[in-house]
């Protein structure tokens, strides 16, 4: 497992773990559009996410010498592969050096490690834990900061994946609206399209805080069943959509958190989420204390733009309009409000409808992700 000074370490303790959050903010130290992931929460995701309870995951830090200089994690997704009736192993968590030795040590590392769990299919990434988290490599788009939940590398990741002997599985497209530059078309023809809608007994409303819990549970079905036709989606167990929910509502706007019910079903819903990304951005290694908790309280004054999280239509309630009175409402708070940007996505790249329906209304597919395979 050695190549020279440079050792691969399975991370197993409390210490090795921080040392694995924290190299990122190592590695990107001056870069202007780098964003530090919340310690606490990639902590948590690691260690204590519903996903650990049916599926398993092994970190690992690259040392050269005493110096670390890069990070994977190995991850074995079984409700993926039972769902898609494969054999695959994802990775994940990799930042590293511009050394492809070293990328390289750290592919195998994983790959060793998913051989031992029996995985036979492929080797996909990047991906963190699923498509239902953080994922793909960003390979256009390099000027600017990521909004949130959304990825972040340097352009030599590109080398160091493709020379690795990765090969392109599929891209997710990030949009981007910037200031009043949209088509509000949707905007005007809102009452239209309402009256249309009521027409068939679908209304649209805010998502009910008060009764977060039944809320989740009517929008989890709707989650799993509208995106259930995605190139590697897996359905979110309840434990995972809960985990999920609980920290969507820790940021929501009831404004961008729109349900549509048919008779007091839930057929779509949309969530736009306020880019805490601006505030994130200033917090030092992504620890809330002593200065960052007091920054994510009193700093919502600084965000500047929305992300559209999530859109989604229930089979058999796709053609009604529904579609366009989520997003004209999204538009119209976002102008009430007075944001100076919006973002969507990312959508994948051969989902022709949903993407020709964000260019009409003016959309800039200005970052690519990409998820690479290669057989194991």
């Not at 992300?307 to 119209?332: M, N, Q």
Request: aromatic share 14%; hydrophobic share 40%.
């Amino acid at each position: 497992m050695a190549s020279r000074m440079k050792r691969i370490v399975p991370v197993n303790s409390k210490k090795e773990l921080a040392a694995f959050i924290d190299f990122p903010h190592d590695l990107y130290q001056g870069d202007p559009n780098y964003v530090p992931e919340l310690f606490i929460a990639q902590r948590d995701l690691l260690t204590k996410h519903p996903f650990h309870k049916h599926n398993k995951l092994q970190c690992f830090l690259a040392f050269d010498g005493d110096k670390i200089v890069g990070r994977i994690a190995a991850i074995l997704n079984n409700a993926h592969n039972e769902y898609n009736h494969v054999n695959d192993g994802f990775w994940g968590f990799f930042d590293c050096i511009n050394d492809q030795e070293t990328a390289k040590l750290l592919f195998k590392t994983a790959a060793d490690w998913l051989k031992e769990q029996e995985i036979t299919g492929k080797f996909i990434g990047p991906v963190n834990f699923s498509t239902n988290e953080a994922c793909g490599l960003l390979i256009k788009g390099f000027d600017s900061p990521p909004v949130l939940m959304f990825t972040y590398n340097a352009p030599y990741y590109i080398d160091l994946v493709e020379k690795a002997g990765f090969d392109k599985q599929i891209d997710l497209i990030g949009w981007h609206w910037e200031g009043q530059n949209y088509d509000d078309k949707s905007v005007k023809l809102l009452d239209a399209l309402q009256e249309r809608l009521k027409r068939s007994n679908v209304v649209i409303r805010k998502v009910n805080l008060k009764d977060f819990k039944n809320e989740t549970i009517k929008l989890r079905e709707v989650y799993n069943s509208a995106w259930d036709k995605n190139t590697g989606f897996v359905p979110l167990t309840d434990d995972e959509f809960d985990w999920l929910a609980k920290d969507l509502k820790l940021i929501l706007d009831p404004d961008f958190a729109l349900v549509a019910e048919q008779d007091g079903k839930v057929v779509g819903f949309a969530v736009a989420l306020p880019d805490y990304n601006n505030i994130f951005q200033t917090i030092k290694k992504g620890r809330l204390f002593p200065t960052g908790l007091f920054k994510l309280l009193f700093g919502k004054g600084k965000i500047r733009g929305i992300r559209i999280y999530a859109l989604g239509v229930v089979e058999g309630y796709r053609k009604l309009g529904i579609e366009a009175v989520l997003y004209g409402t999204i538009i119209k708070e976002y102008k009430r409000k007075g944001y100076d940007y919006a973002d969507a996505g990312w959508t994948l790249e051969n989902n022709i409808m949903i993407n020709k329906a964000i260019e009409a209304i003016k959309g800039d597919p200005y970052k690519t992700y990409r998820i690479y395979e290669k057989a194991i």
